[in-house]
């Protein structure tokens, strides 16, 4: 079954910085393009950031645009998200996605840059203290 691994995620103050990443390397489901979103509680699922597959164009929600960077290490398979200047309202589970390009296994998708994307992994908690 293909899986997303995510990693990084923790307790950090305001002001402060996480590397988020996200193992793809046993994921064989093509995907146009893989990034991240989020789910704070009581709300609903937030869009962050993705890259493309075909020209490593990358999208950034406006609340994050300066303060996140996505990357990626191709021959590892490895995405990071880089984050800077954390505020609270920052606190979520981060998810790493793919927008698939084939059947999503019913998986719900979650809207990024006007691309659908599913979560195959269990997430990673940010916790940004005041």
């Known amino acids: 079954q293909d899986l997303l691994v995510e990693s990084g995620g923790g307790l950090v103050q305001f002001g402060g910085s996480l590397r988020l990443s996200c193992d793809a390397s046993g994921f064989t489901t093509g995907y146009y393009a893989i990034g991240w979103f989020r789910q704070a509680p009581g709300k609903e699922r937030q869009g962050v950031s993705y890259i493309s597959n075909s020209d490593e164009s990358t999208y950034y929600l406006d609340a994050v645009k300066g303060r996140f960077t996505i990357s990626r290490d191709k021959i590892k398979k490895i995405v990071f998200l880089q984050m800077r200047n954390l505020k609270p309202e920052d606190t979520a589970i981060y998810y790493c996605?793919?927008?698939?390009?084939?059947?999503?296994?019913?998986?719900?998708?979650?809207?990024?840059?006007?691309?659908?994307?599913?979560?195959w992994g269990q997430g990673t908690q940010v916790t940004v203290s005041s």
């Open positions: 996605a793919t927008a698939p390009s084939g059947p999503s296994g019913g998986k719900p998708l979650v809207e990024i840059g006007g691309w659908g994307f599913a979560a």
